[in-house]
């Protein structure tokens, strides 16, 4: 789950990583009671979790004069299709050099995998693909509690060494927050000091209840109501609703009904073990999703018992078609039931979603 | 047969738990049909003493191999404490830890992981439906009928879709030799890379079957690393960036990894990849 700028920096200053003075507002009168705590020069940047937010119009300078007004025009825009509901009023930094600093999960080393270069304040990603060289890296083994001296200095080279204990303290964040990225872009040096002039922080899925977080803002409500199921659920767009176990089997359901070109309305993965009820609930809400004709049902039975999924199908009683594919255990007995309510039985997932794909055309 | 063979003794660690007990008789009723070890011990501190489908639970590794003789362990622990099981699994000396468990934090899965490589034990998974090599052993949940024994070897990071493309194999008459689940998580113990390598010193194995999905790159790297023939396919051609499919891994990170360029990255390699999985088949009696 992604953290807020200013969740994520208030979880930095905790770490002793300086960040700026700042405060966060709901309303744009709600800052008139807080401008005697800011300078004169100040900015105000929209709490959205959206890519791109400075270029999209969502961080604007303000000052004391202006500032009540410029946080009203902010409160009432969309960045990218997201309202403004919090804005971070945030002293305005005198910046002398910014550098960019991350701590990332990486796949191929298990290992956390340590990023820094002296070359901040540009895209990061056209850094690294133009000039790979100018961005330092090290891969640190979970196992340590520490980033090694040697490694922070090898990483800073000529930045202040100040920014070595801030990677430190990063660390820190990634290890305590069991983060899956912590990054400071840009992290700045100012006449007064070195900051992190922007904070990201994303924590997680599978840890988040040790952390305390009790529900997952990243996802819809649909999704969070397949959740709470157990299912894995993401909406698209297209007519054809899929029910599938395991994430692989449904994913390649998806890509055979783009193959046929069809399109899914959903992917829905209801887990292992499938049973009558989980089943009933998984079919009930696709069937919800307004745009769906027909729902394809291809669950191949490891630990998944074929007829509890078949008297889950007929429970769910849904007005459209449903085209099933069934293998595993107990596959027989699931057969019989479904066809003496007269659902399509296929063999085969493929047979299965041309079926579909043709009762939709 | 790669990993372990019939001779293996299994601990299965979570074994009272409900998956753990099932699985515990299903992987023995397969050991008791080939004539091989099964399970010896299960594991659930604070159980010791008691029986599950008439195999002996201890409270701890250490004390079931001081009474099994016993190489590896398939976990069914919790999350939250499964990979201080895989940890166990090391320390104890087992060899190789299959770990079924899904949904662990990922910091627990790197620490356990390099924990397990300081004591020389494999790690696959997590969140795998295990291995199977037909007519040798069954670590795992993978379902049996749908197997045959043959010289194809599978490597996937799913588990559904795995039995799909048995299945196929299986109808179509190519046998395999060991099929291994490695996981849906970003971070797993054994990878392509090593499975292969694996596979490069197996006598039984011919050709081997890549079942890929959208994120990372351990497709890539893996057919990299190899000179067996393989063949592939990757799962997730039509998930929209940015969408987490079902699990961990299938998630496309800023565009590296998605479907369509790890498949055209893989076809520069000369590797066959198949667009559905009833192309598999006909791909690989090509390689053969």
């Known amino acids: 789950m992604k953290f807020l700028e200013?969740?994520?920096?208030?979880?930095?200053?905790?770490?002793?990583?300086?960040?700026?003075?700042?405060?966060?507002?709901?309303?744009?009168?709600?800052?008139?009671?807080?401008?005697?705590?800011l300078p004169f020069e100040f900015v105000l940047k929209a709490q959205v979790d959206v890519g791109g937010r400075g270029k999209a119009g969502g961080i604007l300078m303000a000052d004391k004069k202006n500032g009540v007004a410029t946080a009203r025009d902010l409160f009432g825009t969309t960045i990218k299709g997201v309202p403004v509901r919090e804005i971070l009023a945030e002293e305005r930094l005198e910046i002398l050099h910014e550098y960019f600093a991350s701590i990332a999960v990486d796949r191929s080393t298990k290992e956390a995998l340590i990023l820094f270069t002296e070359e901040g304040g540009v895209d990061i990603e056209t850094l690294a693909r133009e000039r790979p060289s100018a961005i330092r890296r090290a891969s640190v083994s979970l196992l340590m509690t520490e980033i090694p001296p040697f490694m922070l200095r090898d990483l800073i080279g000529k930045a202040p060494k100040e920014a070595g204990k801030i990677l430190q303290s990063l660390y820190t964040v990634f290890r305590?927050?069991?983060?899956?990225?912590?990054?400071?872009?840009?992290?700045?040096?100012?006449?007064?000091?070195?900051?992190?002039?922007?904070?990201?922080?994303?924590?997680?899925?599978?840890?988040l209840k040790r952390q305390g977080i009790s529900q997952n803002r990243d996802l819809t409500e649909r999704e969070r109501e397949a959740e709470k199921h157990g299912f894995s659920y993401v909406e698209l767009i297209g007519n054809i609703g899929v029910i599938g176990n395991g994430a692989g089997l449904t994913m390649a359901t998806l890509?055979?009904?783009?193959?046929?070109?069809?399109?899914?309305?959903?992917?829905?993965?209801?887990?292992?073990?499938?049973?009558?009820?989980?089943?009933?609930?998984?079919?009930?809400?696709?069937?919800?999703?307004?745009?769906?004709?027909?729902?394809?049902?291809?669950?191949?039975?490891g630990i998944t018992?074929?007829?509890?999924?078949?008297?889950?199908?007929i429970d769910a009683g849904i007005s459209q078609e449903v085209i099933v594919r069934l293998a595993g255990t107990n596959e027989e007995e699931g057969k019989c039931l479904l066809m003496e309510k007269g659902y399509r039985m296929l063999d085969s997932m493929e047979q299965a979603v041309r079926a579909a794909v043709e009762a939709v055309r | 047969m790669i990993y372990a063979d019939k001779s293996a003794g299994i601990i299965v660690t979570g074994a009272t738990g409900r998956q753990g007990a099932f699985h515990i008789a299903l992987m023995n009723e397969y050991a008791r049909n080939i004539g091989g070890t099964g399970v010896v011990a299960g594991v659930t501190p604070g159980k010791g003493g008691q029986e599950i489908c008439g195999v002996p639970v201890y409270n701890s590794i250490r004390d079931a191999i001081a009474e099994c003789d016993a190489e590896v362990s398939v976990i069914f622990v919790p999350a939250g404490a499964a990979g201080d099981s895989v940890m166990e699994s090391a320390s104890a000396g087992l060899s190789l830890a299959v770990t079924i468990t899904e949904h662990i934090p990922v910091h627990d899965t790197m620490k356990a992981i390099a924990y397990a490589k300081l004591h020389d034990c494999a790690v696959i998974g997590p969140n795998c439906p295990g291995l199977l090599s037909p007519g040798e052993i069954k670590l795992g949940i993978m379902p049996a009928h749908l197997f045959s024994r043959g010289n194809i070897g599978v490597i996937s990071r799913s588990g559904t879709l795995t039995y799909e493309i048995v299945d196929e194999l299986t109808k179509a008459g190519l046998g395999q030799s060991t099929v291994v689940g490695i996981g849906g998580d970003p971070v797993i113990g054994q990878t392509f890379s090593d499975v292969l390598r694996r596979f490069e010193e197996d006598d039984q194995t011919k050709a081997v079957i890549l079942i890929g999905e959208v994120g990372g790159a351990l497709e890539e790297e893996g057919a990299r690393s190899t000179d067996l023939p393989i063949a592939a396919y990757i799962a997730g051609i039509s998930a929209p960036p940015e969408k987490r499919m079902g699990h961990a891994g299938a998630i496309i990170e800023g565009g590296e990894?998605?479907?369509?360029?790890?498949?055209?990255?893989?076809?520069?390699?000369?590797?066959?990849?198949?667009s559905r999985p009833s192309e598999i088949p006909g791909i690989i009696r090509k390689l053969l």
């Open chain 1, 6 to 37: 200013h969740e994520a920096k208030l979880v930095f200053a905790d770490n002793g990583i300086p960040v700026p003075h700042g405060v966060l507002i709901r309303s744009a009168d709600e800052l008139a009671g807080h401008l005697d705590t």
């Open chain 2, 257 to 274: 990894g998605d479907a369509r360029s790890k498949i055209e990255r893989l076809r520069k390699m000369e590797v066959p990849v198949a």
């Open chain 1, 176 to 207: 305590r927050k069991d983060a899956v990225l912590a990054e400071i872009n840009p992290l700045v040096t100012t006449p007064s000091g070195i900051f992190a002039a922007d904070a990201k922080l994303i924590v997680d899925d599978n840890a």
């Open chain 1, 255 to 301: 890509d055979l009904i783009d193959f046929f070109d069809g399109k899914a309305a959903n992917f829905l993965d209801v887990g292992g073990g499938a049973d009558q009820e989980r089943v009933k609930h998984a079919v009930q809400l696709v069937a919800g999703v307004p745009s769906v004709r027909v729902i394809i049902v291809n669950l191949l039975g």
């Open chain 1, 305 to 313: 018992r074929c007829d509890e999924v078949a008297r889950g199908i």
